[in-house]
């Protein structure tokens, strides 16, 4: 008996007719293998996909070829060569891991990371002494002083737990350098009693970011400068405390639009004529198109955010790939046009 794909991921009892036999894009955009480069900081790899690359079953292709196919059993089957109920299979093994695949920013992610060869991070560190770092910053106004402050309490934290780490403050940042004996989680625990701590002194909200675990002194500054990333996170998101593990996705998308702002027109011009031709004949297409992504190529669900009849919703779509000159067929096409919106 089939086994559906867990709620809330679309399940199609037959490919969409679009999507059948769908080949693998010949090239993927230039726009693509520009983005993939902020996999060069290998901390922002997901540690989750290089278990899928060496598990020996390759849950790896099998993740491409589900996002690849919007969701389609039969369409990604025959892209894997395999039987259905193999590749359900497959899938069920992937899904019950910790990859959350109904968040569309989990699957923009993931699907960059798995769309193409990454480039290499280089040689990997010796073995040698390992360390993390923590950026911390207080949330508001504490008075003069509040960083160095904040610096003394944490460290009196740290101290507490027999945590070694030796602190420094940059400007609003106060930086900790862990020595780690074990895994991050323990100085993500002791960071969070460090903010907690440092609230209850300064009487103002402390943010705090944990960086990766890094080999070698040389190394912590590519830890520290993670930690603020995570901290800048942890700010847009209200505040508390996060480690690199927790906000990776947010992070990578951070990266992206930092590659993206640097290199203007790099995805071309086909969404800056949908917004055009919203603008001057009020049309919908960018928000349709962007609905449409997210839902994961669900064309009811899509229907239903932009309150439209899924007739209409289809209709849009064909207008939308005419105006933009986008093919909604090809899989690296709408990976590439879903992180332009996600950008914008």
Do not use: W
Not at 271 to 296: I, N, P
């Amino acid at each position: 008996m089939p086994v559906a794909t867990p709620s809330p991921m679309p399940s199609y009892a037959a490919p969409p007719p679009h999507l059948r036999s769908v080949p693998p894009p010949a090239q993927a955009p230039p726009a693509l293998a520009a983005l993939r480069a902020v996999f060069l900081r290998p901390h922002l790899r997901d540690p989750r996909l290089a278990a899928l690359r060496d598990n020996g079953t390759d849950l790896a292709g099998v993740l491409r070829a589900h996002l690849d196919t919007l969701g389609s059993a039969p369409a990604a089957a025959e892209r894997l060569g395999i039987p259905v109920n193999t590749y359900r299979y497959r899938l069920r093994r992937l899904l019950d891991g910790t990859l959350d695949l109904s968040d569309p920013d989990v699957r923009l992610v993931c699907g960059l990371e798995v769309s193409g060869d990454l480039p290499d991070p280089g040689t990997p560190a010796a073995a040698g002494e390992r360390y993390a770092a923590v950026a911390f910053r207080v949330d508001g106004d504490a008075g003069p002083g509040a960083e160095d402050r904040l610096a003394r309490v944490a460290g009196l934290t740290f101290e507490a737990f027999r945590t070694a780490a030796s602190f420094h403050v940059a400007g609003p940042v106060v930086y900790a350098t862990v020595a780690l004996g074990g895994s991050t989680d323990r100085v993500l625990a002791v960071a969070r009693r460090a903010a907690n701590d440092a609230e209850c002194t300064l009487r103002a909200r402390v943010l705090a970011g944990v960086g990766p675990a890094v080999t070698g002194a040389a190394a912590v500054s590519g830890s520290r400068d993670l930690a603020e990333d995570v901290l800048d996170v942890v700010a847009a998101r209200g505040g508390g405390v996060a480690s690199l593990d927790e906000v990776r996705t947010a992070v990578v998308l951070r990266a992206l639009g930092a590659v993206a702002a640097e290199r203007p027109g790099l995805f071309g011009d086909g969404l800056s004529r949908l917004a055009a031709q919203d603008a001057e004949h009020g049309t919908a297409y960018v928000g349709t198109l962007r609905a449409y992504l997210d839902a994961f190529g669900d064309v009811a669900v899509a229907a239903r955010r932009v309150c439209v009849h899924a007739k209409t919703l289809r209709y849009r779509l064909r207008r939308i790939a005419e105006v933009a000159g986008l093919d909604l067929t090809d899989p690296d096409a709408r990976l590439a046009a879903h992180l332009e919106l996600r950008l914008r």
